[in-house]
């Protein structure tokens, strides 16, 4: 999986995504993330990539000419476009079903907007998709690329020791995961649960299961309302609720 990150702050993006696991599947070339300072492809002497908005208002609007040519130094020796991602708050909210599709693809670009924003017409020409990782807005695009990276990454076969490193981590199959515990056994008078010390994988199976649709169910109910349970989800459920009421 290659990413190509269009950032004025590469010396950011090298920092933190160089470090735990993201760190050494790089290391290990399972991924591959460069960082490229648009900067770098200003036609000005001054390396300058913003402007005044036409039409007026406060701020300064990234230029289009340094955008589109650091994106052209990316594809002009590739038999292939690859998805050119802009993150902006105008974008769809990124989810984990977004995050899955995403790393079904090869090579993404993500672009990381700052000031008032990017010369519309970059986004008419080169940009794939808007995505946002929420209704809020921050200084620039690289913590939202940077959340995007280490999201999509984590999915990457060999990027984590396995499968279920993910697969059962909330939001994955739609609902929260379930309880986790280390040693000690006790702490500060709480136990853990009995059923994780019995050895039956069965029962701890399905207690996990359990513990996740309670949680969704109480701590997100807005993503309980979207789940198309099966009868067990729901006998296991309704089994929940009644010993919470005890």
Same mark, same amino acid.
């Given at each position: 999986?290659?990413?190509?990150?269009?950032?004025?702050?590469?010396?950011?993006?090298?920092?933190?995504?160089?470090?735990?696991?993201?760190?050494?599947?790089?290391?290990?070339?399972?991924?591959?993330?460069?960082?490229?300072?648009?900067?770098?492809?200003?036609?000005?002497?001054?390396?300058?990539?913003?402007?005044?908005?036409?039409?007026?208002?406060?701020?300064?609007?990234?230029?289009?000419?340094?955008?589109?040519?650091?994106?052209?130094?990316?594809?002009?020796?590739?038999?292939?476009?690859?998805?050119?991602?802009?993150?902006?708050?105008?974008?769809?909210?990124?989810?984990?079903?977004?995050?899955?599709?995403?790393?079904?693809?090869?090579?993404? *670009? %993500?672009?990381?907007?700052? @000031?008032?924003?990017?010369? &519309?017409?970059?986004?008419?020409?080169?940009? =794939?998709?808007? /995505? +946002?990782?929420?209704?809020?807005?921050?200084?620039?695009?690289?913590?939202?690329?940077?959340?995007?990276?280490?999201?999509?990454?984590?999915?990457?076969?060999?990027?984590?020791?396995?499968?279920?490193?993910?697969?059962?981590?909330?939001?994955?199959?739609? *609902? %929260?995961?379930?309880?986790? @515990?280390?040693?000690?056994? &006790?702490?500060?008078?709480?136990?853990?649960? =009995?059923?994780? /010390? +019995?050895?039956?994988?069965?029962?701890?199976?399905?207690?996990?299961?359990?513990?996740?649709?309670?949680?969704?169910?109480?701590?997100?109910?807005?993503?309980?309302?979207?789940?198309?349970?099966?009868?067990?989800?729901?006998?296991?459920?309704?089994?929940?609720?009644?010993?919470?009421?005890?």
């Amino acid at each position: 999986m290659r990413f190509d990150i269009l950032t004025l702050f590469p010396e950011l993006i090298d920092a933190v995504l160089s470090e735990s696991i993201i760190g050494r599947a790089r290391e290990n070339n399972i991924i591959q993330i460069n960082a490229i300072n648009i900067r770098d492809f200003s036609d000005n002497k001054h390396r300058k990539v913003d402007d005044y908005p036409y039409g007026g208002g406060s701020g300064m609007v990234m230029m289009a000419q340094p955008v589109c040519d650091a994106f052209d130094s990316i594809v002009k020796d590739l038999t292939y476009k690859p998805k050119l991602i802009y993150l902006s708050p105008q974008g769809r909210v990124l989810n984990q079903q977004m995050v899955k599709e995403l790393a079904q693809e090869e090579h993404l *670009v %993500l672009l990381c907007g700052h @000031y008032e924003g990017i010369d &519309e017409r970059i986004i008419e020409e080169i940009v =794939d998709e808007e /995505i +946002s990782i929420g209704d809020y807005v921050l200084t620039g695009g690289e913590l939202p690329a940077m959340v995007l990276v280490d999201a999509v990454s984590r999915l990457i076969p060999g990027v984590l020791s396995s499968e279920e490193s993910y697969s059962q981590e909330s939001h994955y199959d739609g *609902v %929260l995961e379930y309880p986790q @515990y280390t040693r000690p056994y &006790e702490f500060k008078g709480r136990k853990v649960p =009995d059923v994780l /010390i +019995s050895g039956h994988h069965a029962n701890i199976t399905r207690w996990r299961r359990q513990q996740s649709l309670k949680r969704t169910y109480f701590k997100r109910p807005d993503l309980f309302e979207k789940l198309n349970l099966k009868k067990e989800d729901r006998e296991l459920l309704k089994e929940a609720l009644e010993q919470n009421d005890e």
